[in-house]
């Protein structure tokens, strides 16, 4: 059963094969009550997010003022749909869906291939002139106080303005996308992110940045694309890396590689120079972004499938989909760059609001090592703004499950174990930011004490652990599951 | 220009951007404020579109509008 699911994860190739392999199992629900664009496909999705181990994505088919136009929410939206993507069964226990990612890391080949325009499913429409996105997106307020209607799973592909043959420097990211009208949209950015230096290149030179916006993607490519990788690494080659599969590709109209089977692709240009008010929206930590003035591009030309499939998102105030699809491989490349330098690490659980708060197991080398490898987990590519709150637990705590991290903050941390770093880098839209931009840094010491501290570890209770026992859990739920059929 | 009034900035002239359809009759409009680039459906709440309803701290100052920071400056 564990090669069958793992070949059918390789054999996806687009939202709707995913969409369907959910279906199968459990894990997608068409929704067809007629709803309300606001607040119903909110309140819908948020309620699907309270059950983070098993929400199924549900595509809406019957939305007020949209007649045969359809949404998917929550294609992530859960452990099992993330477990399913990955080739594994639903129960898959977080700690191993993380060490499935973990070990394909640096460890896989890319199979690009090229699928010529005239048959990309991506092509099968094409609108190039009248154009009105509303015309094609179902959108509705995500959340009740964004500045409009936003496109919060895009996965934006550009070139780099100033060296547009370079297959690697093309950048695929997700960016929030708000409308601005039926031709018109602002992206946000911050100068760091890849887009935000291909903006500031293009304005610099005057050159044209032309982009194309893929929706309704290859579910791969969200998890893996959201990933800082080098600027001069594609994100398409490091997707199908890290899947195991191919990836195929086409052309945009305006010169772009794309996905050739998303549902929907908007191909637009930046208005050089041009700011309009964006914002507010409701981000990752909970709260809203502020208004700002950001870039604003112009709609050129739309493809789409038949009866194409809007996909987005639900993000606010956690747990939500946000949290799913990119709290894993926030946490792996961590994982990887610490073992580089300290072997001792054995998990890294940086699943809360983009690792604001983060949970390493390491085994002590002597007394106090741990804090070590929290400094150390701090000057990461994304510990430098991200982690924030720093939790230290010995190898025998799973970081993964919060009982025992309780039982570990119980037990072994004393209060005058605790590092506070002041003045720190912080996620300017951290609401606890001092000013934003600045912060301070919190590391808890859960592990345990050695030599030379006078006082050792107690001794332990030692229940049984490791794979039988899990392996008589998942039985007993499967037991509890077959007793109610 | 038009009279639709932004929930937002309160100023006049909103754009119609878009009228959600069903068997030809108009369910909803999608208006968008030329001004602080608000945009609003008019079937929503009125905790997020009614004048004086909505929560006045994401109310946008249409009189103080260069107070709003432009990002990526060179």
Known sequence: MMQDLAKQSRSITSLRDFLELLGDAGQAITWSERVMPEPDVRNIAVAASRDANGAPAIVFDNIAGYPGKRTAVGVHGSWDNIALLLGRPKGTTIRELFFEIAGRWGDAAAQISTVPEARAPVHECRIESGINLYDVLPVYRINEYDGGFYLGKASVASRDPEDLDNFGKQNVGIYRLQLQGPDSFTLMTIPSHDMGRQIMAAERTGLPLKIAVMLGNHPGLAVFAATPIGYEESEYSYASAMMGAPIRLTKSGNGIDILADSEIVIEAEMQLGERVLEGPFGEFPGSYSGVRKAPIFKVTAISHRKNPIFENIYIGRGWTEHDTLIGLHTSAPIYAQLRQNFPEVTAVNALYQHGLTGIISVKNRMAGFAKTVALRALSTPHGVMYLKNLIMVDADVDPFDLNQVMWALSTRTRADDIIVLPNMPAVPIDPSAVVPGKGHRLIIDATSYLPPDPVGEAHLVTPPTGPDIDELSKKIRAMQLGALQ | ?74
């Not at chain 2, 009228?19 to 709440?45: A, L, M, N, Y």
Request: hydrophobic share 35%; net charge positive; with cysteine.
């Open chain 2, 1 to 74: 220009m038009s009279k639709t009034v932004c929930p937002r900035c309160a100023t006049g002239g909103a754009l119609a951007d878009y009228q959600g359809k069903e068997g030809g009759k108009v369910v909803w409009t999608i208006h968008r404020c030329p001004t602080c680039c608000f945009s609003w459906r008019d079937s929503e709440p009125d905790s997020a579109i009614g004048i004086g309803i909505r929560s006045a701290h994401f109310a946008v100052d249409a009189a103080n509008l260069d107070r709003y920071v432009k990002i990526l400056q060179q």
